[in-house]
């Protein structure tokens, strides 16, 4: 039980949407503020990695939401090269994680 921390690894995604940013307001003297969201543009952005006891895995930024296509591209561009034989990792229940190709990730053999 000793090594199992070091081998268990935690899928998560997050993602941001730059247009929920407020661009306006008013200052403390009434008067308006308008600003404008960071990158510019108003499509949403996930980040997907693994959480390790020691570290942060095979992060990933990608245009767009999840889905099964590019949670499969996921696996096998970033996650699968820094697996090793034994390695666990455990998922949500997220419906694009639901991939013939995600559940046996024998890729690291």
């Known amino acids: 039980m000793r090594i ?4 268990i690894g935690f899928i998560d ?3 941001r949407k730059t247009n929920m940013a407020k661009t306006t307001g008013w200052t403390a003297k009434a ?3 308008i600003d404008y969201a960071p990158l510019g543009h108003w499509n949403p952005q996930t980040f997907i990695a ?5 570290r942060l895995d095979a992060p990933w930024v990608i245009d767009g939401a999840m889905n099964r296509e590019m949670f499969e591209l ?4 970033q ?3 820094t697996l090793s034989k034994g390695d666990v990792i455990i998922l949500d229940n997220l ?3 639901k991939s013939p190709i995600g559940t046996h990730m024998d890729m690291c053999e």
């Open 13 to 15: 995604e997050t993602s």
């Open 50 to 54: 693994a959480l390790r006891h020691d």
């Open 74 to 77: 996921y696996v096998e561009t």
């Open 4 to 7: 199992m921390p070091l081998r």
């Open 79 to 81: 996650l699968a090269p």
């Open 95 to 97: 419906s694009s994680h």
């Open 31 to 33: 008067a308006r503020v």
